[in-house]
């Protein structure tokens, strides 16, 4: 049996122009992205894990300026060809090179089920570095009480596009913000009705829910 792609951008490669083309839940998107801009002092955004970069273009929209990273060239392709006012790089979302104090909010939605455990507490570290004083987190994803992760066999409908998807619990990922020396965590069950009736989704309990922090 295949193991599942080590390299999950690699999987959206050849399904980026359909991806981005499709909505999934507006409501939700909206909701999230207003729940990000209350907590947000300044301008200076990150969005990770882009995607197609449709909710860092709307934050753009709002007045921030956005730098949008992925490791997938063809996501990083539709963004700076749709949304020229946002600055697309091709970044590790675990390991993003910026300056200490960079920006003044992080936001991602969906991107962290393809961060392993092993890896959480690094990339929260590099967040809370990149972040000014006052600075906020913020992140949207799936968790179950059900299980810890699960395997995709046919991502994007490919047969054989096999992607491993993390499942952090929510009360997990707020202990390892404590731990690196985040505070003020909020976490926020988040209706979406879309992902709720997918069938893999129904099947491993997964629920979803936002979760924010600032740099003291
Ligand atoms: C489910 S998609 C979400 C995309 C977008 N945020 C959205 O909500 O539609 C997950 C994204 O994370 C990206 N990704 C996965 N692992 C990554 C990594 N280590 N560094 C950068 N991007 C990564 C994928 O390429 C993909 O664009």
């Given at each position: 049996?295949?193991?599942?792609?080590?390299?999950?951008?690699?999987?959206?490669?050849?399904?980026?122009?359909?991806?981005?083309?499709?909505?999934?839940?507006?409501?939700?998107r909206d909701r999230c992205r207003t729940m990000f801009l209350d907590l947000l002092r300044g301008k200076r955004?990150?969005?990770?894990?882009?995607?197609?970069?449709?909710?860092?273009?709307?934050?753009?929209?709002?007045?921030?300026?956005?730098?949008?990273?992925?490791?997938?060239?063809?996501?990083?392709?539709?963004?700076?060809?749709?949304?020229?006012?946002?600055?697309?790089q091709c970044m590790d979302i675990e390991d993003p090179s910026f300056e200490s104090n960079t920006f003044d909010?992080?936001?991602?939605?969906?991107?962290?089920?393809?961060?392993?455990?092993?890896?959480?507490?690094?990339?929260?570290?590099?967040?809370?570095?990149?972040?000014?004083?006052?600075?906020?987190?913020?992140?949207?994803?799936?968790?179950?009480?059900?299980?810890?992760g699960y395997v995709v066999d046919d991502w994007g409908g490919i047969e054989g596009n096999k992607v491993e998807?993390?499942?952090?619990?929510?009360?997990?990922?707020?202990?390892?913000?404590?731990?690196?020396?985040?505070?003020?965590?909020?976490?926020?069950?988040?209706?979406?009705?879309?992902?709720?009736?997918?069938?893999?989704?129904?099947?491993?309990?997964?629920?979803?829910?936002?979760?924010?922090?600032?740099?003291?």
């Amino acid at each position: 049996m295949s193991q599942p792609n080590d390299k999950p951008y690699l999987a959206y490669e050849s399904i980026a122009e359909d991806y981005a083309s499709e909505q999934d839940d507006p409501k939700m998107r909206d909701r999230c992205r207003t729940m990000f801009l209350d907590l947000l002092r300044g301008k200076r955004v990150l969005e990770l894990g882009c995607g197609p970069g449709h909710d860092g273009a709307k934050l753009q929209e709002a007045g921030c300026n956005v730098t949008s990273i992925d490791l997938c060239e063809s996501f990083l392709e539709y963004g700076r060809r749709t949304y020229p006012n946002v600055d697309f790089q091709c970044m590790d979302i675990e390991d993003p090179s910026f300056e200490s104090n960079t920006f003044d909010g992080i936001f991602g939605m969906a991107c962290f089920c393809h961060v392993p455990k092993e890896n959480v507490k690094k990339a929260l570290g590099n967040y809370l570095d990149i972040l000014q004083t006052g600075g906020s987190l913020f992140l949207c994803h799936g968790d179950s009480e059900q299980v810890d992760g699960y395997v995709v066999d046919d991502w994007g409908g490919i047969e054989g596009n096999k992607v491993e998807i993390f499942c952090h619990h929510r009360d997990v990922l707020k202990t390892s913000l404590e731990e690196v020396g985040f505070d003020e965590i909020q976490v926020t069950h988040i209706d979406c009705p879309f992902y709720e009736e997918m069938p893999r989704l129904k099947k491993n309990g997964i629920r979803m829910y936002a979760i924010s922090a600032k740099k003291p």
